[in-house]
């Protein structure tokens, strides 16, 4: 079946811009995780979604960053006022239950963000 | 900032050798997870490790949970060139929970 997909897969914008990415995680994992990885550096969680909640945001670096999954499934993260530093890429994971021990997040492509 | 400690950051070996490597935390994980990471595309996982001491094997891959719960290795055997890539090792408090990643080790084989 289809994996984790991610779109765009590549974005660039400039400086103080706003921008969406989505996440459509595989069909029927209830758990839903965005994470962020600068060049060089391993995965760092930002944000995961138990159904259509926030179970855990603390992520978040600050307020410019907001994600939301209103229907249970595909997600947006939103960056307003974009930064340099927020250059990265945007990893989005998904998970069949996300309450237990044995479960497997299963990651998507990401979409490379560069702010100029 | 991460909090998992990887080593070594980059290997480069000739096809065939066995390699090694770890990741190690000041703090306690429940659950410590051996992901791949090939270019352009999201990590892969390759094992998983749920009780301290476990020993899990998947093909030519090995990994152990730590009895301290505060690390975990993974050994590559006999290693090909297509394990080329950045192997990142996670850790986990709760299910459910976010992961936290190592820096990663570059795994570079010479033909």
């Known amino acids: 079946g289809a994996g984790v997909s991610q779109t765009p897969s590549n974005k660039v914008t400039e400086k103080g811009k706003y921008v969406e990415l989505r996440c459509d995680p595989i069909s029927g994992h209830t758990a839903l995780y965005w994470y962020r990885q600068s060049l060089g550096q391993g995965p760092e969680f930002l944000i995961y979604f138990q159904g259509t909640g926030a179970a855990d945001d603390s992520g978040l670096p600050n307020d410019r960053f907001f994600a939301v999954r209103p229907e249970g499934s595909v997600s947006t993260l939103k960056i307003q006022r974009t930064e340099r530093g927020d250059s990265a890429v945007y990893l989005c994971a998904s998970s069949l239950v996300g309450g237990l021990t044995t479960d497997t997040q299963y990651f998507g492509p990401g979409t490379r963000l560069t702010v100029l | 900032g991460q909090q998992l400690n990887q080593s070594p950051q980059s290997m480069f070996i000739q096809e065939g050798e066995d390699v090694s490597m770890n990741c190690t935390s000041s703090?306690?994980?429940?659950?410590w997870l051996w992901y791949k990471q090939d270019p352009g595309e999201g990590p892969v996982l390759l094992i998983a490790l749920y009780k301290a001491g476990e020993l899990t094997s998947n093909g030519r891959l090995t990994a152990q949970f730590g009895i301290t719960r505060k690390d975990s290795f993974l050994n590559i055997s006999a290693s090909i060139p297509s394990d080329v890539g950045i192997y990142f090792c996670?850790?986990?408090?709760?299910?459910?929970?976010?992961?936290?990643f190592g820096g990663g080790t570059r795994l570079m084989v010479k033909p």
């Open positions: 996670a850790g986990r408090v709760n299910a459910g929970n976010m992961l936290t």
């Open positions: 703090s306690i994980f429940n659950t």
